[in-house]
């Protein structure tokens, strides 16, 4: 008898605890969001803040109404996206350190406006292209030398969306129009990129930020090593091996493209780009005894040799000879690539939906992206609603 009332008791806990797990599944679990809440994830993923009560109710009939990419586009009006979202998607590319933490500048502003402009983005590397604040602002003026104009824009919290103007770079700097080239040759990406050194490193941050490579990840040493500057040893440590089986890899195929950047210099004393045509910059014959039969480079003509081997895999485009004279020819090499245009997607995506592709599904939303952004004319914006509207479910 009290066996059978324990064996009745501890079912009836169990039926008890299921129950209670059940209900606490059942509160768990998210219900299936309908178009006023992913009317609201989009306008979070996009703006980074709460719409207004009439946003939402248009988004909510756009997304009800399987327009869901046009209330993506109602979420990108709200100023948040420019002066937040977008300036924290571009901040890292413009330092060294890659960090979020840095002021506006002129490298920044220009992308921001770009993409608020519909220009096509795969002129990013080669435009004579710069946004500056409105004249009606009241900013100090724009300046190779300082970034005033631009830290003047931030303090004042100047609404971005409304407050930048395109102009030519050639207009407002002492750089020739054949010699600019889009975010190269912005006072920002100098300051931190043609600084001191070798102009590697405008090189090596470009693959990294526009092409989503770093140089290990297309290091390859079946490519000639005749272009590669006198200062690369071809014995580090007394030991040749090594740069045969690691050096060559990185240096072979950039140094024929850093060689593009032969003519520039963010010169120290005047805290400015320098252009000086037909003049190869110092940087590029420092070190020559480390190996005195190594390049010594003459021009600016740079040659892509990655054209072929392993590299070939990052699409180059074939109505581009894979060479040409300064920055703004060799931009347009890497801005015309398939891996440039997957960059930005996959960049887009990881910013809106909080993380990178993972499936089989995920992949194939970035191949579709990337096809539609090049139809688009390479239109950024049409990707961060694409991409918003693919999330909105997660």
């Known amino acids: 008898m009290q066996a059978t009332h324990a064996f009745s008791s501890l079912r009836t806990r169990r039926v008890v605890s299921t129950l209670a797990c059940t209900v606490l599944i059942a509160v768990a679990a998210p219900a299936a969001a309908g178009p006023r809440e992913q009317a609201r994830r989009i306008h979070d993923r996009l703006a980074g803040v ?14 009800g109404a399987g327009r869901a990419i046009d209330a993506a586009y109602e979420a990108m009006d709200n100023s948040s996206f420019y002066n937040v979202t977008l300036k924290n998607f571009v ?16 490298y920044t502003a220009t992308v921001i406006g770009m993409v608020r402009d519909d220009v096509p983005f795969n002129t990013l590397l080669s435009a004579n292209l710069v946004y500056v604040g409105k004249s009606s602002l009241g900013l100090p003026a724009y300046s190779m030398s300082n970034n005033d104009h631009y830290e003047t824009m931030e303090s004042r919290g100047v609404d971005l969306k409304a407050g930048l103007v395109s102009t030519q770079q050639s207009a407002v700097s002492n750089i020739p129009a054949s010699a600019t080239a889009g975010i190269f040759t912005t006072r920002g990406a100098a300051s931190a990129f ?4 070798t102009n590697r490193a405008m090189f090596r941050f470009t693959m990294l930020n526009h092409m989503c490579h770093d140089m290990e990840a297309v290091k390859d040493i079946t490519r000639p ?3 590669i ?6 014995s580090p440590g007394g030991d040749s091996r090594i740069f045969l089986n690691n050096c060559i890899g990185c240096h072979s195929g950039m140094d024929p493209m850093a060689q593009a950047f032969a003519y520039y210099e963010f010169d120290q004393t005047s805290n400015r780009l320098v252009y000086t045509p037909n003049e190869v910059q110092g940087k590029y014959h420092i070190n020559t005894d480390n190996f005195k039969y190594g390049y010594s480079t003459p021009d600016d003509h740079w040659t892509n040799y990655w054209r072929q081997g392993q590299n070939a ?3 180059w485009s074939p109505s581009l000879p894979g060479e040409g004279d300064g920055a703004k020819s060799m931009g347009e090499e890497l801005e015309s690539s398939e891996a440039f245009a997957e960059c930005q997607v996959e960049k887009v995506f990881q910013n809106v939906c909080f993380r990178a592709p993972v499936d089989t599904a995920d992949r194939a939303q970035i191949e579709t992206m990337v096809a539609s952004f090049k139809a688009s004319n390479y239109h950024l914006k049409e990707v ?8 909105m479910g997660d």
């Open 313 to 315: 895999l990052l699409g």
């Open 91 to 106: 901040t890292p590319w413009t330092n060294r350190d890659r960090t979020v933490f840095a002021s506006l500048n002129d």
């Open 384 to 391: 961060f609603a694409e991409s918003a509207v693919y999330c």
């Open 225 to 227: 090593p005749d272009r």
């Open 229 to 234: 500057r006198q200062d690369v040893t071809r």
């Open 50 to 63: 709460p719409p207004s009560a009439t946003v939402l109710d248009a988004m909510e009939t756009d997304v």
């Open 194 to 197: 043609f600084f001191a050194g």
